[in-house]
């Protein structure tokens, strides 16, 4: 079946502009989160969705950070104002429920300049 | 502040041999436990899986879980070129008044030589 999709693969934005991006997660799945991953690094942890609530926002960097999940299925996750330092690989992954393992889309890389 | 930690490594074991990789946990009350193998420029993808303390094995892989200690790792045996990536552990945490989460370690990069 398929997978986790996010889109766009790849995103060149100038300093300054805002961002969404977007994750349509597996059919089913009541969880997905969302994880940020400069290179070289580990996984960032962002936020999590239980359904469409979320219950730890504790990972969004700074106020410039959202996120929303509608009918318990997409989320976009928007960068306001973005700044240099927000240039990274952005992964969504689901899970069919809380304790489930996560299953991982390609991820946005996102370049700002 | 509930923390997975991994030795960073590289780990380089030579083709054929076992490689053996260390994960440990700060929260007691955790029930679920990952690993995950990540290529450069891919995104991780599920290895393991193990909830009860013990031994699982799938194929060439083998999970150890020791809740007691606050310890999980992942055995390889018969190393290939084709395992070389880098391996993070993640663990189910929970925060109290909140849902669990899962947190990755920063990962261990395993590098099997010819």
């Known amino acids: 079946g398929a997978g986790v999709s996010q889109s766009p693969s790849n995103k060149v934005t100038e300093k300054g502009k805002d961002v969404e991006l977007r994750c349509d997660p597996i059919?089913?799945?009541?969880?997905l989160y969302w994880y940020r991953q400069s290179l070289g690094q580990g996984l960032e942890f962002l936020i999590y969705?239980?359904?469409?609530?979320?219950?730890?926002k504790s990972g969004l960097p700074s106020d410039r950070f959202s996120a929303e999940r509608t009918g318990g299925s997409v989320s976009t996750l928007t960068i306001q104002r973005t700044q240099q330092e927000d240039s990274a690989v952005y992964l969504c992954?689901?899970?069919?429920?809380?304790?489930?393992?996560?299953?991982f889309g390609n991820g946005t890389r996102l370049t700002v300049t | 502040q509930k923390e997975v930690e991994q030795n960073s490594g590289p780990l380089s074991v030579p083709e054929g041999a076992i490689a053996s990789l260390n994960c440990t946990y700060s929260d007691r009350g955790s029930q679920s436990f990952f690993w995950y193998r990540q290529y450069s420029g891919k995104s991780p993808e599920l290895i393991m899986s193990i909830y009860s303390n013990g031994d699982k094995e799938d194929g060439r892989f083998t999970a150890q879980l020791n809740k007691a200690s606050q310890y999980v790792s992942l055995l390889i045996r018969d190393s290939q070129p084709s395992d070389s990536a880098t391996y993070l552990c993640?663990?189910?945490?929970?925060?109290?008044?909140?849902?669990?989460?899962?947190?990755f370690g920063t990962g261990t990069r395993l590098q099997v030589t010819l």
């Open positions: 992954a689901s899970s069919l429920e809380r304790e489930a393992p996560l299953h």
């Open positions: 059919s089913g799945h009541t969880a």
């Open positions: 993640a663990v189910n945490m929970y925060d109290t008044g909140t849902a669990s989460k899962l947190t």
């Open positions: 969705f239980q359904g469409n609530s979320a219950p730890d």
